[in-house]
């Protein structure tokens, strides 16, 4: 059976006003006094914070100040609390400018840390909602000719590490699991929760079109069931505001003797630990076992910053009687890139294609402007943008 994976990152929703990461750094630390702080001590030591390590960074701080408080009778020893050492003039802009003491240091650091999620919720929202409007009709239209042609009458199995539903908004007669079910409990019936059940379905249900979000939802929230957080997800509206997170009661176990913070989206440097919680964690398994039934893949947007992401890209594509028959790789960029040595470049996406595949070789061909093709590794790139890869309807050449 012929089946296509989807893999889209930021530079997919590009075309839709989506923003790249440094673009979405700039608006954060551009609205809050301690993240413009955080990142001008960091660049005037020469180095550029994105976004993400902004919140790793903050993420530390909490799990230093709260082991500190509650290490020894919560969690027996937390290491991190005790060879943790925060720069001084970070622990003095604490102490004074938001006037802490050692008693709730670690509840204003969490309350920062969701801050920054809250910040990047509502600049993802702003393009996500405009998705259905018409603004993007024409945009919409010729993906839902790509998703359509790509799919045929066989499985369409999309992944994406962007917090957004944007095919699912913008291919509203395509029908796509996304891991929930309504809860039968509530009355609610526009908040879907993540049940049992759905982890079976989405491990083991390889005939059904599945549109799967590895890194979570600004639609989805964390609620408190019992002694474990629970994630659930709304079908029209974004349900985050974080308002309950401040009693930490979305604290849970990560490394042994440590915890993490739980949140709707995964972000920051500490994603393999966060894709331990349901549904993280099946919907990552689901998609290593796509990276092995799936013959045509399509990388659109991504940009191989996510190393646990490559890695089971490069799994796959190790075993040489799985590994797809054909691969197209749409970079968003469309500042003249026509040269081949383009994706070369990119360390993360040499290693994830070799040895399997010799992009230095001659093999590739240049369609037209900005496409090329090796018809030996089935292997094609298209560096004009992805509204440019629909609207010419790139993606027939590969086919």
């Not at 309504?182 to 491990?203: G, P």
């Not at 401040?246 to 440590?258: G, V």
């Not at 920051?268 to 919680?277: A, C, D, M, S, W």
Request: aromatic share 14%; hydrophobic share 35%; charged share 25%.
């Amino acid at each position: 059976m012929h089946k296509t994976l989807f893999l889209t990152g930021a530079g997919f929703a590009y075309s839709w006003d989506g923003l790249l990461t440094k673009e979405v750094t700039k608006e954060l630390i551009s609205e809050n006094e301690i993240f413009r702080m955080l990142f001008r001590h960091y660049e005037s030591k020469g180095y550029v914070l994105n976004f993400e390590e902004l919140l790793n960074i903050i993420e530390l701080l909490f799990q230093k100040y709260y082991g500190e408080k509650f290490g020894k009778t919560n969690h027996d020893f937390v290491p991190i609390a005790n060879v943790f050492d925060v720069q001084k003039d970070i622990a003095h802009f604490f102490e004074l400018d938001l006037k802490l003491n050692e008693e709730n240091t670690h509840l204003a650091i969490s309350n920062l840390y969701f801050e920054l999620i809250k910040g990047v919720v509502e600049i993802i929202r702003k393009y996500a909602l405009s998705v259905k409007d018409g603004k993007h009709k024409e945009l919409n239209t010729n993906l839902n000719m790509f998703i359509s042609n790509a799919n045929g009458n066989n499985p369409l199995r999309y992944y994406t590490t962007n917090y957004d539903r944007l095919v699912i908004d913008a291919c509203p007669d395509i029908h796509f699991f996304d891991g929930f079910s309504v809860d039968e409990i509530t009355d609610m019936d526009e908040i879907k929760k993540f049940r049992l059940q759905e982890t079976s379905k989405i491990l083991t249900d390889r005939h059904t079109n599945c549109h799967y979000n590895l890194h979570g939802s600004i639609y989805w929230d964390v609620v408190r069931k019992y002694s474990t957080p629970n994630i659930v997800c709304s079908k029209n509206t974004v349900v985050s505001d974080f308002s309950h997170y401040q009693n930490f009661t979305t604290l849970l176990d990560s490394n042994p003797k440590e915890f993490q913070l739980v949140s709707p989206i995964i972000t920051g440097l500490q994603k393999i630990q966060r894709t331990n919680i349901s549904p993280f964690n099946a919907m990552s398994a689901s998609f290593l076992t796509d990276c092995f039934e799936c013959d045509m893949w399509y990388i659109l947007g991504y940009s191989f910053s996510d190393p646990h992401i490559n890695n089971m890209l490069r799994t796959a594509m190790a075993d040489k009687n799985t590994r797809p028959k054909k691969i197209v790789w749409v970079s968003y960029d469309e500042k003249n890139k026509t040269k081949i040595e383009q994706p070369i470049s990119i360390l993360p996406f040499r290693q994830t294609f070799t040895p399997q595949i010799d992009l230095e070789s001659q093999d590739f061909v240049c369609i037209e402007e900005y496409s090329f093709y090796s018809e030996k590794d089935g292997l094609g790139l298209y560096f004009g943008g992805f509204s440019s890869f629909l609207e010419k309807e790139i993606w027939k050449q590969y086919k």
